[in-house]
């Protein structure tokens, strides 16, 4: 399939804004997920990293859901006519705590829109920045890359795995049933039917199970390291991913704790020892 980079220019710089109430029914329920002892929320309490995601949900009519369960492309993000959609990875800048209870605004734009031609065939890529304010101004910041390409032809070869560092210095082991799967999905009210639908993720799209969602896996991977590390203030936080996560195997969430300079790397592990997830925390004592 051939794409033109120069058709979805004018989606560059598109920008959007929404307001939401960081309700506590959400984080309660997050924290059940988690099989965190805290379920029980209160007003002002910080909200844990990555727990946005729970909020500024898109509640897309039905009519305007996709095959594979997303919104339909065309609106805010651009129209690339690629079936599989993937979270390639996001950077974060932590300022300041999110506090239950309170409001706040996510201003959205779309910072560039690539076309590449990778080993599986065309890729494209499209970045958003994030930014959520309170009553003070901006409290975090993503830029989230997304990655659109192409179902995998039968001459397409298998994809190339990266083995996982062995100096952890903590795992711990997630055995992602379809049950932890769902519940994520519906929190996070992600129709995306990779994580849910095991006939439509082998069968259309060629998986051989359900697919981990990459924004759990990150959300794993800076839980476990505050576990760790519970006076350590996270003010950075990166994630790439480099390997689907099936649900088909334990796996294993890794990471050394933070060094002098107060930096820490963090991994998922599969059941066969690839590299799946790398990330980066930076902070303070």
């Known amino acids: 399939m051939e794409i033109n980079s120069g058709d979805y220019e004018k989606w560059i710089g598109k920008s959007e804004s929404t307001t939401d109430e960081l309700t506590l029914s959400p984080l309660n329920a997050m924290a059940a997920t988690m099989d965190k002892n805290l379920t029980n929320f209160q007003p002002g309490d910080k909200i844990p990293e990555l727990w946005h995601w729970l909020f500024f949900l898109e509640p ?20 690339i006519p690629l079936p599989r959609r993937m979270w390639a990875g996001s950077r974060f800048d932590f300022i300041r705590p999110l506090k239950a209870g309170e409001r706040v605004e996510r201003n ?40 659109y390409r192409d179902n995998p032809s039968s001459k397409s070869s298998s994809p190339s795995t990266k083995k996982a560092p062995n100096n952890s210095d903590y795992s711990r082991y997630i055995t992602p049933d379809p049950v932890f799967l769902f519940r994520y999905s519906a929190l996070t009210f992600n129709g995306h039917r990779i994580h849910y639908d095991r006939e439509y993720v082998t069968k259309e799209e ?20 505050a576990e760790q590390q519970p006076k350590f203030k996270i003010t950075k936080f990166n994630f790439k991913a480099i390997h689907p996560v099936f649900d088909l195997h334990p796996f294993k969430v890794c990471g050394l704790n933070a060094n002098l300079e107060n930096k820490a790397s963090l991994w998922i592990e599969d059941h066969k020892g690839n590299l799946c997830m790398q990330s980066e925390i930076f902070g303070e004592e």
């Not at 095959?67 to 651009?78: A, C, M, V, W, Y």
């Not at 060629?206 to 390291?225: E, K, R």
């Open 60 to 79: 897309a009519p039905q009519a305007k859901i996709a095959k594979d369960g997303h919104p339909k492309r065309g609106e805010f993000l651009p129209p």
């Open 108 to 147: 959205s734009i779309i910072k560039n829109v690539e076309i590449k031609e990778g080993r599986s065939g065309v890729l494209a890529f499209v970045s958003v920045l994030h930014e959520i304010s309170d009553d003070t101004g901006i409290a975090l910041s993503e830029e989230h890359n997304i990655v």
């Open 206 to 225: 060629g998986y051989p199970g359900l697919i981990v969602h990459g924004p759990l896996l990150a959300t794993l991977l800076i839980d476990s390291f």
